[in-house]
């Protein structure tokens, strides 16, 4: 089952000797603290819409995340294909590291990598696990979204009215960092679209209607089918994950 792999060989290959490598970039200064927000809601981890992670050029700023949510962008790893102790959702950091010159975004995952493993003491392995997921493909009659053509930030916010949503520069990714919270499974993606998008959602009818029987799951993958034209199907079977071996709570002193 080797096309359900959400993070390809690289993720068996490359993170499983995590820690040994000593070519593995470093930033060229960072500062490390637990965060004084506290344990906040759980948000939009990584690519979130509140803007928890910024990431230019060269430098990464990272406000009140956890430490699973740093975890995740570090090795570009969905949430839920990453396993370990709870605190990892719970306790709350703030980090700022700076490269010696600029940097793409790959080059300051790697950097963080490193950063976590000699702050955090981070070590890690991976595995394949069997356990239920959803598939997210294209459904028939296509996405009734369209590529986005301007810049920036992703965006989430009200329409002129309550009964919509818009989304600006929306990536894949993104939308299945909101996902997997709500349906408690991996999502993975197999829709082929790599752009960011743009889509105004008329989401009266959803909020108004009642849930059948209590099946939240049910409604969520008829919305998204409806409103986004993307399909999720249930599966079981083999998922990529990154397990943690070790990491300290308390990271040491800049």
Known sequence: MRALSAISVLFLSAYTAFGQSAATPAFDVASVKVSQGGRGGRG?????FGNQIAAEPGALTMRNVSMRAAIHWAFDVPE????????LASERYD???KAAGEAPEDQLRL???????????LVTHAEQKT??????TVAKGGPKFKESTDTGEPVLTAGPNSSTAVLRRVPMSQLIDMLQPILQAPVIDQTGLKGRYDAT????????APIQN??????VITAVQDLLGLKI???????DMLVVDHAEKVPTEN
């Open 44 to 48: 939009f981890p990584g690519r979130g």
């Open 80 to 87: 839920f294909q990453i396993s370990g102790p709870a605190w």
């Open 95 to 97: 980090i700022t590291a």
């Open 111 to 121: 950097m963080l990598r490193t950063l976590l493993a000699d702050r955090f003491k």
């Open 131 to 136: 356990m239920p997921y959803y598939l997210l």
């Open 201 to 208: 959602l008329n989401v009266g009818a959803l909020i108004s």
């Open 214 to 219: 209590d099946d939240l799951t049910g409604t």
């Open 233 to 239: 199907e249930p599966k079981k079977g083999p998922l």
